[in-house]
């Protein structure tokens, strides 16, 4: 990367993160700003750049904290003392900033501040840059009534039927659960933030062994390194919710294989149906962190038991003391999807609500 190519880089976020502020995060002239990053990866350093000229526009009153020198508990009792209603803290890491047991974000979410979080930038290529910087673009015109249709959409589910590009056909035969979003619409939430990029509708099964049927797999996250990795689309079957058979690749089946030493008798449940609708991730342009690229328009199902949303679903079976240990995310080659036989998404359309 040239430096005329890392100007444009940044410029684009800059433009991106001023909007981010003013319509995610209400920021005010009177907010205080902390931006707290490393210096690990190209693409943190370049975040940091943007979003310190975005805040120079809004705000009276920033600190820059270099996470290699970062004092947190000088920094939580600063909190303790001085943090105001509408506050913000951006943090953007390489890797994964702890400063307890628990996510960094959470930690300031609990004493007020509103988050913006990156994180695991270190797997994010260069050659992935564009894309990724296209998807911090707020697209919320698009996104809010998007939303609200899927959401009530799935309010009233009797039948899902997703087909993919191949022809394979998996169907919902019952109801969903409740539907939680990520949409950049926080008020309201325990925790006034997300990790960015944002875009996604989540659900599942109310009852989990209504899902039958075939998908056809394009991409799922490697064991060695969790990235996000493309692969000759294959087909994984699916009877009462759970995996019973694929013709993948070898390591796929030592995913399956790894993700049935979490239960009992040996099974894989298929659990999130994730609807993802970030337009700044085409289906096949790659984001090495999977996290980021689940935002992808399109859609995705977690394996494995865990599900920090709906895990109280299954604690009549196993208790609530048994670990729910995997979430891994495949990604679907879908054509199209119907809900209650109405479609709601056509590739390469995308969502058509």
Partial sequence: MNEEQRTNFIEQI????????????????????????????????????????????????????????????????????????????????????????????????????????????????????????????PDDERIFPLVDSLVEELKDITSIEITSLNGSVIKYSGPMDFATTNDGRYEGQTNYGSRYPIGEVISEGLDLSTLNGDIEVYAYPSIEGQLTQFVDPFIVTIENGFVVSHNGPEEFNDLIELIKTEHPEGKVYVR???????????????????????????????????????????WPKYGKKFKQKFHIDVYVNVKSMKFNEKEVYTYPKGFVL
């Fill in 14 to 137: 800059k433009n991106h993160a001023y909007l981010i502020l003013k319509q995610h995060y209400h920021i005010s002239v009177s907010a205080r700003v902390s931006v707290i990053f490393d210096r690990e990866t190209e693409l943190s350093q370049m975040l940091k750049e943007g979003f310190e000229s975005a805040i120079q526009k809004h705000a009276n009153s920033y600190d820059l904290h270099d996470y290699a020198t970062f004092d947190h508990q000088e920094y939580f009792d600063d909190l303790d003392w001085n943090a105001r209603e509408g506050d913000i803290a951006i943090l953007i890491q390489s890797t994964s900033f702890r400063s307890t047991k628990f996510r960094f974000r959470n930690d300031l979410c609990t004493r007020g501040l509103k988050v913006i979080e990156f994180g695991h930038l270190h797997k994010v290529l260069e050659e992935e840059y564009q894309t990724f910087i296209d998807s911090l673009k």
């Fill in 272 to 314: 999130e149906f994730g609807l993802g609708l970030n337009r700044g991730i085409p289906r096949h342009s790659r984001i090495g962190d999977p996290i980021a690229y689940e935002r992808q328009e399109g859609l995705h199902f977690s394996l494995g038991m865990k599900h920090g949303i709906y895990q109280k679903k299954l």
